[in-house]
């Protein structure tokens, strides 16, 4: 590791001098859904300089994180994958994730909204409280991003590309963050012009219900007194 440390014997510190450097969460949260190369990465990370990546990526392979791993094909590439240890930063990072989430405002017109954001954040929002009994089948197209997801009661499972025969598609023409939030109801989504849905529209509700940002919490003014 880069030997900075906080000076201090607590778990938490342990977990940031780990992966609490700047990008390492990001190339974690890249590795969620499977392995990936480096020109992987380097795609869904475009802003982070190739040799920043490369010291990340060895920080966390030395910190047992991850781990390198070459393909069987003729190819005989190299991949980057989770170990068992890493994989156990997924709740984490979900719950983080959503935390964050709640105070997302609009998108830059720089921000990069990648394949698997699409598909973690819909695991990210998922409430299985609110599954149980529910079979349904979601399409969500986010521009030429399409993911698909399979809700069965209480489970979900999210994937990339359309789905045959989904029971509602849902075509984000700008962020459905709001939505999500529930700054804007559905009625008021298809209005405002950033949700366009065809098939069984009365899932709409049912949509928002299952997948959910919380409000961010008010701020505080002044000095609390109790």
Known sequence: MTG???GQFCGLARALELVGERWSLLVVRDLLLGPKRYSDLRQTLPKLPPSVLSGRL???EEAGVLRRRVLPQLDAAVVYELTEYGRELEPVL???????ARAL???APDDLFTMDSAILSLY???????AAGVNVS???????????AFVDDGALKVAEGAVPGADLVIEAVGSIQPLLSGRLSPLAAIEAGILRASGDLTLLDRFVDLFHIPAPPAPVEGLAVR
């Open 58 to 60: 060895n920080e966390l």
């Open 105 to 107: 405002l609009d998108p």
């Open 4 to 6: 900075r440390t906080y």
């Open 138 to 148: 979601f399409e969500i197209r986010y521009g030429d991003l399409i993911v698909h």
């Open 124 to 130: 990210t929002t998922f409430r299985p409280e609110h």
């Open 94 to 100: 979900l719950q983080l994730g959503l935390w964050g």
